[in-house]
């Protein structure tokens, strides 16, 4: 198992930037993927974006070209910097470490609002 803790949200005006930071209580170098997904009120959990331990990522139609999903192993961190932030990014995120079939862990979320 994994603990994760997000932080970086806010509330931000359209078409602004924000960094989020999910750190990790152990090691990421060898857990399968990490990831962040989102969820606004009323709606699903959604992923937006993906990081393997490869290296290779995947995002959610909705963020390709705006988010990116980058990692730093030897902090046990991994970021997510969002930028042209639309009022459809309000949501809270959530880290995920997926390395079943042994263990996924969620972070607490943090809340990001993107309002004018």
């Known amino acids: 198992q994994v603990q994760l803790v997000e932080s970086g949200g806010g509330l931000v005006q359209p078409g602004g930037s924000l960094r989020l930071s999910c750190a990790a209580s152990?090691?990421?170098?060898?857990?399968?993927?990490m990831g962040w997904y989102r969820q606004a009120p009323g709606k699903q959990r959604e992923l937006v974006a993906r990081?393997?331990?490869?290296?290779?990522?995947n995002y959610g139609g909705s963020v390709r070209g705006r988010f990116t999903i980058s990692r730093a192993i030897a902090k046990n961190t991994v970021y997510l910097q969002m930028n042209s932030l639309k009022p459809e990014d309000t949501a809270v995120y959530y880290c995920n470490a997926d390395n079943l079939p042994s263990f996924s862990s969620w972070g607490q979320g943090t809340q990001v609002t993107v309002s004018s």
């Open positions: 990081i393997t331990s490869a290296g290779s990522t």
């Open positions: 152990r090691s990421i170098f060898s857990i399968n993927a």
